[in-house]
Every structure is written in structure tokens, then in C-alpha cells.
């Protein structure tokens, strides 16, 4: 029986192509149910204070960075969204005095255009946005080397690279609401892919690469950094690979409530507690990760409950 097209967007798979049962399942999942979702292997936490949340976030970066020798580099991999721990660890290497000489970043994601990678002058520049938001907040003598800060270019070969000899202790990111990680976006229903999304194995071998992005996720930028203004918003992006991410040892996604939707964050919950893996939902992937971690501020998480404006 062929799967429902898309209510989104016709052209492509997303979550709105599943069987509608596990849809009733997610929307009644309450706050008091997350921890019941828990199991080997994926962790959830909650947090009552968004200043609780970024924290943590934040402690993340130094936590790993903390762990980085000459003989063993380390790094993580993180986000431009949410953004507010960038700051927050910026405070923290300088008030701990941390040295980061022998710690990595690697940048998610950067937007695609002409045939090359944007340079940091865009307005939605991701590596600018982590250099403004963090790292030229460093005071120089604790600095990060700037041959350790991996962003993702047009030629992806040194970014691939680059994860070669170094521990990734965490991949720290949101969830987008075409349920992405990254911008590992469900792919257009055309082609090879015209009668079913592809197989888990097929995406979880795609490495670092270009991608066009899901409608979705085009009018969320749009939404979130953007005020609105879909035209500024590339179509295309380079975005770091689930080969890359199953080389992190842990996988940390963080829900503030405002990048995703109630709905959204309660379906990936239950797709990765219950080992329901499908493309189309390129979140649940992350159900065969070793390590997976669910972090959620209380206040964010709100209801499916029907409620007319």
C-alpha cells in the first residue's frame, strides 16, 4: 500500500507521510511520561529553569574540551541553534582559565550557494555566528588554535578529515521541525526514493555533504534568524554526515521549546524509545546510536491539547 503523500509538501517525505497511529501515541505523551521513555542507551533529562538549561548545555563544550591532551585531542561538534550556551561557554573557558590548545570544534552546517560554501559576511553565516557568539569572546592566551575550528566547506574532504585522530566526546545539537539533526533533511520523493524514503542503512551511510533542504526547514530558518524573510534563506547547505555523527561518542539534542514544537519533540521521543526508525523522519536514526541524549526545558514542552487563536 502506497504511503500518504506529504501534507507539507507533496514533492518530499517528511513525518507527515507515517501511519497516522503513531501520531494519537506522540500527542499524548506528557512531560510526567518522558522519563518512563528512558532506556539503555537513550537518556532523557528535564530541566525546570531555562538558566538550568543553557548551563548544562554550556558544560557540555567544557566538559569535553576539559578532557583534550596534547595525546588526546578532543572535541564536539555543536549547533547554531539554539545558540544561547555560546556565550555561556565563552564566560566559563575564561573565568576556569581552560586552555583549549588541544581541543576541536566542528561546525555543523554552513549554507550553500553559487557552488561554494557562503563566506562569514552573510548575514546567516554559521561560522560567523559562532565566532561572534563564542570563540572571539576567548581571551587570546586561552584560545582555540584556529587550525582546530572545523567548518564545513565545498570541498568537504579537509572537514572530513579533520574528525580523523581526534575523539568527538559529544555531537550537541537541536531538532529542527522536519525532525533533522543538522540539516540531515528527509530527501524529495522522486527518483529511486518516488515510492519510499531511503533505507535507514542507505542514510546512515551518507557522509558530509550538500543538501537541499526540506520547505520546512526553509521557513524555519526564515522564522528564527530571519524575521520572517524566507527569500534570504538559501535552498541549499553543506551539513555534517551520520558517518561523522556515529563517530561522536555521544549524541546530545536540546529542546528548548522554541526550535521545535510540541508535537515534534514528543514524535522523535517516541520514535527513538521505541526504536521506530524511517528516513522520512531522519531524527529517529538516531534510535541505532550507542548514546543518545533527550534534553528538555519544562516550560518548553507545553501540550498537544487543540487550542483555537
Same mark, same amino acid.
Given at each position: 500500500?502506497?504511503?500518504?503523500?506529504?501534507?507539507?509538501?507533496?514533492?518530499?517525505?517528511?513525518?507527515?507521510?507515517?501511519?497516522?497511529?503513531?501520531?494519537?501515541?506522540?500527542?499524548?505523551?506528557?512531560?510526567?511520561?518522558?522519563?518512563?521513555?528512558?532506556?539503555?542507551?537513550?537518556?532523557?533529562?528535564?530541566?525546570?529553569?531555562?538558566?538550568?538549561?543553557?548551563?548544562?548545555?554550556?558544560?557540555?563544550?567544557?566538559?569535553?574540551?576539559?578532557?583534550?591532551?596534547?595525546?588526546?585531542?578532543?572535541?564536539?561538534?555543536?549547533?547554531?541553534?539554539?545558540?544561547?550556551?555560546?556565550?555561556?561557554?565563552?564566560?566559563?573557558?575564561?573565568?576556569?582559565?581552560?586552555?583549549?590548545?588541544?581541543?576541536?570544534?566542528?561546525?555543523?552546517? #554552513?549554507?550553500?550557494?553559487?557552488?561554494?560554501? +557562503?563566506?562569514?559576511?552573510?548575514?546567516?553565516?554559521?561560522?560567523?555566528?559562532?565566532?561572534?557568539?563564542?570563540?572571539?569572546?576567548?581571551?587570546?592566551?586561552?584560545?582555540?588554535? #584556529?587550525?582546530?575550528?572545523?567548518?564545513?566547506?565545498?570541498?568537504?574532504?579537509?572537514?572530513?578529515?579533520?574528525?580523523?585522530?581526534?575523539?568527538?566526546?559529544?555531537?550537541?545539537?537541536?531538532?529542527?521541525?522536519?525532525?533533522?539533526?543538522?540539516?540531515?533533511?528527509?530527501?524529495?520523493?522522486?527518483?529511486?526514493?518516488?515510492?519510499?524514503?531511503?533505507?535507514? #542503512?542507505?542514510?546512515?551511510?551518507?557522509?558530509?555533504?550538500? +543538501?537541499?533542504?526540506?520547505?520546512?526547514?526553509?521557513?524555519?530558518?526564515?522564522?528564527?534568524?530571519?524575521?520572517?524573510?524566507?527569500?534570504?534563506?538559501?535552498?541549499?547547505?553543506?551539513?555534517?554526515?551520520?558517518?561523522?555523527?556515529?563517530?561522536?561518542?555521544?549524541?546530545?539534542?536540546?529542546?528548548?521549546?522554541?526550535? #521545535?514544537?510540541?508535537?515534534?519533540?514528543?514524535?522523535?521521543?517516541?520514535?527513538?524509545?521505541?526504536?521506530?526508525?524511517?528516513?522520512?523522519?531522519?531524527?529517529?536514526?538516531?534510535?541505532?546510536?550507542?548514546?543518545?541524549?533527550?534534553?528538555?526545558?519544562?516550560?518548553?514542552?507545553?501540550?498537544?491539547?487543540?487550542?483555537?487563536?
Amino acid at each position: 500500500m502506497a504511503r500518504p503523500l506529504s501534507k507539507i509538501a507533496p514533492e518530499w517525505w517528511d513525518y507527515t507521510t507515517l501511519e497516522p497511529d503513531i501520531f494519537q501515541e506522540a500527542a499524548r505523551i506528557t512531560l510526567e511520561d518522558l522519563p518512563r521513555l528512558a532506556r539503555p542507551g537513550f537518556t532523557i533529562q528535564i530541566f525546570d529553569t531555562l538558566e538550568e538549561f543553557y548551563l548544562a548545555e554550556a558544560l557540555e563544550y567544557i566538559n569535553a574540551w576539559r578532557q583534550a591532551t596534547a595525546d588526546n585531542p578532543v572535541g564536539i561538534c555543536g549547533p547554531i541553534g539554539p545558540t544561547e550556551q555560546l556565550p555561556l561557554v565563552a564566560r566559563l573557558v575564561n573565568d576556569l582559565g581552560l586552555s583549549l590548545r588541544n581541543a576541536h570544534f566542528w561546525g555543523m552546517d #554552513e549554507w550553500y550557494m553559487d557552488g561554494k560554501e +557562503v563566506s562569514e559576511e552573510h548575514p546567516l553565516s554559521f561560522a560567523r555566528a559562532d565566532r561572534e557568539l563564542c570563540f572571539n569572546r576567548i581571551k587570546p592566551e586561552l584560545a582555540m588554535p #584556529e587550525e582546530n575550528i572545523h567548518f564545513p566547506k565545498a570541498d568537504v574532504s579537509e572537514y572530513e578529515r579533520s574528525w580523523d585522530g581526534v575523539r568527538c566526546a559529544v555531537m550537541q545539537g537541536g531538532q529542527g521541525e522536519v525532525k533533522h539533526w543538522a540539516f540531515n533533511d528527509p530527501v524529495r520523493r522522486a527518483g529511486r526514493y518516488a515510492d519510499a524514503p531511503p533505507t535507514p #542503512e542507505e542514510y546512515r551511510a551518507l557522509g558530509t555533504r550538500v +543538501v537541499e533542504l526540506h520547505p520546512l526547514t526553509l521557513v524555519q530558518n526564515a522564522r528564527t534568524s530571519g524575521g520572517g524573510n524566507i527569500p534570504l534563506v538559501p535552498t541549499h547547505a553543506l551539513t555534517v554526515g551520520p558517518l561523522q555523527t556515529w563517530r561522536a561518542e555521544q549524541v546530545s539534542i536540546w529542546h528548548p521549546g522554541h526550535h #521545535e514544537n510540541p508535537f515534534g519533540m514528543r514524535l522523535t521521543t517516541l520514535m527513538i524509545s521505541k526504536r521506530i526508525v524511517d528516513s522520512s523522519v531522519p531524527m529517529s536514526l538516531l534510535a541505532d546510536h550507542p548514546n543518545v541524549k533527550f534534553s528538555f526545558y519544562a516550560g518548553g514542552f507545553k501540550t498537544c491539547e487543540t487550542e483555537m487563536h
